[in-house]
């Protein structure tokens, strides 16, 4: 089993690029107490596999590999905001975990943070705790993104789940977890959507490392939503 995928000539002219992005940053796991109205924030929500207490978990049974949430953190943070990361316990419980970090960031908008300084981004298990923290924050409408997260999104089980605000999505074309089109459509108040296919041939682990295949699209995304030059 490949744990790290080798990389074409383009995708090292992507590693450099990505590298322009990467600046002194602050990864944290709990909001400060005190923080200003200028302030943005950009809470990351990993994947299932990473829920316990290593965060370099590997998947054997599907290859996909290494999943390096420290790598990941690092490639998102960015010295012009702050990402909020934390590493969830075993078996969280994603309704009740969404409904505590969505309290968190309504106190933070009502204490003077506009809500287009927040972005929330999730991968596939964390993306359905995005989406479930975006309906929570619906009269907000804050920045969200998922990433292979529309799954069960979209299922007739949560039909009542919907985003808000701008709305990325990025998928990976050999995943099973795929377009979120059918989210859009029933989700009949966001104020733009965009979607993002990649194409690296890893399938759902194309999110277990920082790829900049992935990465570029989101930072760029958000920064303009966020209005960071």
């Not at 709305?167 to 859009?184: A, G």
């Not at 108040?189 to 194309?206: D, P």
């Given at each position: ?41 950009v ?6 596999i990473v ?8 998947e ?96 007739s ?45 890893l399938?759902?682990?194309?999110f ?16 303009e ?5």
């Amino acid at each position: 089993m490949q744990l790290f995928p080798r990389l074409n000539a383009f995708s090292f002219f992507l590693c450099a690029l990505l590298s322009s992005f990467v600046n002194a940053a602050e990864v944290i796991e709990k909001l400060p107490e005190q923080f200003e109205p200028s302030d943005k924030f950009v809470f990351y929500s990993h994947g299932y596999i990473v829920e316990g207490d290593n965060p370099t978990p590997v998947e054997v049974k599907n290859g996909w590999g290494l999943y390096d949430f420290p790598k990941v953190k690092q490639a998102l943070a960015d010295d012009r905001y702050t990402l909020v990361a934390v590493h969830r316990k075993k078996n969280t419980d994603p309704f009740e975990y969404a409904k505590a970090q969505s309290a968190t960031i309504r106190n933070m908008i009502k204490n003077g943070v506009p809500a287009n300084n927040i972005t929330l981004i999730g991968f596939s298990r964390g993306a359905f705790i995005t989406g479930l923290m975006s309906n929570h924050l619906a009269d907000f409408g804050v920045n969200t993104v998922l990433l292979a997260g529309c799954g069960r999104l979209i299922s007739s089980k949560h039909d009542d789940i919907k985003v808000y605000g701008h709305v990325l999505s990025v998928y990976e074309k050999t995943d099973k977890s795929n377009t979120c089109k059918k989210l859009k459509d029933k989700s009949g108040q966001v104020q733009s959507f965009k979607e993002v296919a990649i194409n690296t041939g890893l399938s759902h682990g194309a999110f277990y490392r920082p790829l900049p295949q992935w990465v570029l699209p989101v930072k760029t995304w958000m920064k303009e939503k966020m209005d960071i030059r």
